[in-house]
């Protein structure tokens, strides 16, 4: 214990003192295992929560290593309740594990009758037990094993699988590493992933996660399917596996609304695998097509609720989740853990920028007041339309035009929600819009054009949040996003991220209108954040100079 910038109180919150000199090592060593709830000014609120010391401990974390993280940084002792607490939770992981004996028969061994006991009694997950073999293993049905999984960590009992992978149809497929080789970090990704042959691995936008990827792919030399975002997205896995790989044109299909193509490797839209056709999954078949040996989920913290159902039946087979952040705004973080996998790999954001490989950022918010009139409208408004009202407060449009001219000549992205917002702001800037109605051609024409430096302003609605390569944009301006998503603010600031040829630092604003829901929301995003190490300065529209915050 030292006079450190912590307090852990026995509610398994933990203050962090912003201002003290070791509030950034101390804030990288507690994001392994605590989730940060609230960021103001000076004071950080963590919370030390089940799911997140069972991510760590499947990470490789054991609980003598938080709880020295915690003595370290600690002003005053872990009081006794806490340090019991993450002990008892942590011993948690692990005590039942999913095996096959000899003859593949799916067993769950506990290591004490009473955990066997107590699970026992629930009935939905009695329902999925079969007989009993001894004392501390009974059989599950075959078909559940995601289906348990679940179960289990609902009951506060994760289970560890150790019940194996079927290898997948064997096709070879080599990193081409000519010129450059995978990063540290994504080797150690790789490295852990490839240990245990399922997971999620969290790198930030920009890290490279397309290419621990296709590590992962060169790893397990078979079958894969790759399931991504939109078209876009698929088209650029496509091109980088075409670049980095040994692949070839014709071992890699696109399976999306347009292309039905299934090959060696196949890159599917979230979109079309939940397509449904009279009432039912229309493309389901895909996941039975070939025998893969990997499925990899993009951006897994947005998979449609309906592919968890299909992915608790495909849990013989490697899964590999790649993420900006495991926060999931459906709250189903817990799906993620039992059905993809516990994280493997997890690396902070300022850690990647210090080591040089992605930007510095700097963030803003510019605080908007509305004119009287608007003032009144608001106050008058519904709660379901005050929202839509601060986001598209015309009085944003002006500061949007002050901060193009701010950086002129930049690449600058300026995102919206509202679709007539959209349109507004592309009339206003003399710049093409980008939106979900978009045609793909037409898209990617955009993103090039932007990229090789032809189009340096480009107005965008949340279509360009995911998966889309803009290495060369160096401003963001978000204008209004979804209600203050944590997820969202994850992409857009990934946007940025990417190191850039121009040597030139990213700059990351947010316009926010002043005492509305608008300015509410976005503490959310500032938490995140403050949660990756960014320092988030407030600036006032009317003088555009740094405000107190």
Request: one cysteine or more; a negative charge.
């Amino acid at each position: 214990m030292t006079d450190g910038p912590l307090i852990v109180q026995s509610d398994r919150t933990v203050l962090l003192e912003v201002a003290h000199p070791l509030a950034a090592d101390a804030r990288h060593d507690l994001s392994i295992f605590a989730e940060l709830e609230r960021a103001p000014e000076h004071v950080h609120t963590y919370r030390i929560t089940r799911l997140g010391l069972w991510n760590a401990r499947a990470a490789g974390h054991t609980a003598d290593d938080m709880l020295e993280t915690l003595e370290r940084y600690s002003k005053f002792p872990t009081p006794q309740s806490v340090a019991v607490d993450i002990r008892e939770t942590v011993e948690r992981y692990g005590r039942l594990r999913i095996e096959r004996d000899e003859e593949g028969t799916l067993l769950l061994t506990a290591t004490d009758t009473a955990v066997l006991a107590e699970i026992g009694r629930a009935k939905k997950v009695a329902e999925l037990l079969f007989e009993r073999r001894d004392a501390t293993t009974v059989v599950i049905q075959q078909w559940a094993r995601g289906q348990i999984k679940q179960e289990l960590l609902k009951l506060g009992w994760p289970a560890e699988d150790l019940a194996g992978y079927t290898p997948g149809t064997p096709h070879e497929i080599d990193l081409d590493e000519a010129g450059w080789s995978l990063r540290p970090y994504q080797q150690d990704a790789v490295r852990n992933f490839s240990d245990h042959g399922s997971g999620v691995v969290v790198l930030p936008c920009g890290a490279g996660k397309t290419l621990v990827g296709a590590g992962a792919m060169a790893s397990v030399k078979a079958n894969t399917l790759i399931l991504v975002t939109n078209t876009v997205s698929a088209r650029q896995w496509r091109a980088e596996l075409l670049k980095r790989t040994s692949l070839t044109e014709e071992e890699i299909g696109e399976y999306s609304g347009q292309v039905k193509e299934v090959k060696p490797v196949t890159i599917a839209t979230y979109q079309i695998l939940t397509a449904k056709r009279k009432g039912q999954y229309a493309h389901l078949e895909l996941l039975d097509a070939l025998d893969w040996g990997l499925v990899i989920y993009d951006e897994v913290h947005l998979l449609p609720a309906p592919v968890f159902k299909l992915t608790a039946e495909l849990q013989a087979r490697r899964r590999l989740g790649l993420t900006a952040t495991l926060v999931r705004e459906d709250g189903r973080e817990g799906d993620v853990f039992s059905l993809i996998g516990p994280k493997r790999f997890d690396a902070p954001w300022k850690e990647i920028e210090s080591q040089g490989y992605i930007s510095p950022a700097s963030c803003y918010e510019v605080r908007i007041d509305l004119p009287q009139d608007a003032r009144l409208q608001y106050a008058a408004s519904a709660d379901d339309e005050r929202y839509r009202l601060a986001s598209t407060a015309p009085a944003k449009l002006d500061v949007v035009k002050q901060l193009v001219a701010r950086h002129d000549g930049e690449r600058i992205l300026v995102i919206g929600q509202y679709l007539d917002q959209i349109e507004e702001l592309a009339t206003a800037l003399g710049a093409p819009q980008l939106t979900g109605s978009t045609p793909v051609a037409e898209r990617e024409r955009l993103f090039q054009d932007f990229r090789d430096g032809t189009l340096k302003v480009l107005v965008v609605s949340k279509v360009a949040n995911f998966s889309v390569d803009l290495p060369e944009a160096t401003v963001a301006i978000q204008v209004s996003g979804s209600f203050g998503s944590r997820q969202e603010e994850a992409q857009r600031l990934g946007r940025l991220l990417r190191p850039k040829e121009s040597g030139l630092p990213a700059n990351f604003y947010t316009l926010v209108a002043r005492d509305t829901v608008d300015q509410d929301y976005a503490q959310n995003r500032q938490r995140f954040l403050a949660e990756q190490g960014y320092s988030y300065e407030i600036l006032d529209a009317h003088s555009l100079e740094v405000a107190a915050a």
